[in-house]
């Protein structure tokens, strides 16, 4: 039987402060600058993330958990 991954956790270890990789996750201007081309950002639980890299790859995701400076847990919403 094929195993189906579900889900994937990824962690990413940065040597900078808190404040400044929560910035530059959620504020659509600093976003832009390091990762994506395009991005918005409804940064609550319930909100949206539109995130546009440029080179044809484009996700939409629900903003499921936020620990601000700590943690944004995003899930990516079905395609219809």
Do not use: H, Q
């Amino acid at each position: 039987m094929e195993k189906v991954i579900d889900s994937v956790k990824r962690e990413i270890f940065v040597k900078a402060s808190p404040e400044k990789v929560w910035n530059a996750l959620t504020v659509p201007e600093e976003r832009n600058r390091w990762e994506t081309r395009n991005c918005e950002l409804d940064i609550r639980v319930g909100g949206t993330v539109s995130l546009d890299y440029g080179w044809g790859v484009s996700y939409v995701c629900a903003v499921v958990e936020i620990e601000e400076n700590r943690k944004l847990v995003l899930k990516e919403k079905m395609r219809g």
